[in-house]
């Protein structure tokens, strides 16, 4: 087994590792909103719909971007399936507790953004040389749209001063995820696997932040010793 199929089979098998923990937030997320039911508060209060907007995209983005190589990248497309399906639940499950516009629009129009990539890799796969300017344009979009998504989540928990119903566990196998994808964009070669490279750096910044936070808010909600000595 060469380098290729060896870094695209461990990163397939931790971006599905990458799937247990949106299992895992969206498990989360339904506790949460049963106990929330009984208090009559939000289960979803301190989550972003930006942050889990802009995952769905670049899980659809890469996607999009395994199915449209020649030859067809097995390794980058079918996990991502799983990504984008677990996502959807979870944008389900904050339009179903929060019953308002802005995630109604996020639900339906991640949906009708799945249903329009499909019909693209249908009608255009697979795309020899692609415009250069404009497939830059739009790596370099979809990096911008995933980051700010992170720094609004962030913004959101320093705010709230809580975590709420995120998960730990979901970022910690996002940053295995972003580290093994890494290792395939640079073994793929920088000329091809530079899209993936640059979404991930910015998918591993995010994440490592949003882990920092978690740091942050358990320093905050930990009682501190008492000093005999001031008593």
């Not at 208090?39 to 972003?48: E, K």
């Not at 942050?51 to 971007?65: C, D, G, H, N």
């Not at 984008?84 to 389900?92: C, G, K, P, T, V």
Request: charged residues 10%; proline residues 3%; hydrophobic residues 50%.
């Amino acid at each position: 087994m060469n380098a290729y199929h060896l870094t695209g089979l461990i990163s397939a098998l931790l971006s599905l590792i990458a799937s247990a923990g949106l299992v895992t937030q969206a498990r989360l997320l339904w506790q949460k909103r049963r106990l929330a039911r009984t208090n009559g508060t939000s289960g979803t209060a301190v989550l972003s719909i930006n942050r889990f907007v802009t995952s769905f995209v670049i899980f659809l983005a890469m996607y999009t971007y395994g199915a449209m190589l020649s030859p067809f990248n097995h390794y980058l497309v079918w996990p991502r399936v799983l990504g984008m399906a677990l996502s959807l639940s979870i944008l389900y499950q904050i339009n179903a507790d929060r019953q308002n516009r802005i995630s109604r629009i996020a639900l339906y129009g991640s949906c009708l953004g799945l249903l329009l990539a499909n019909v693209l890799i249908a009608w255009q796969r697979p795309i020899e040389n692609p415009n250069p300017i404009l497939f830059h344009a739009i790596v370099l979009a979809v990096s911008l749209i995933y980051l700010q998504g992170g720094l609004i989540q962030i913004k959101l928990i320093c705010l709230t001063r809580s975590t709420g119903s995120l998960s730990r566990q979901m970022h910690v196998l996002f940053v295995l995820k972003d580290i093994s994808l890494i290792l395939f964009a640079l073994v793929m070669g920088t000329e091809i696997g530079w899209p993936i490279l640059l979404m991930c750096v910015v998918g591993l910044t995010v994440n490592l932040s949003t882990l920092a936070c978690f740091v942050w808010i358990a320093r905050l909600t930990t009682p501190q010793p008492l000093d005999l000595r001031d008593s």
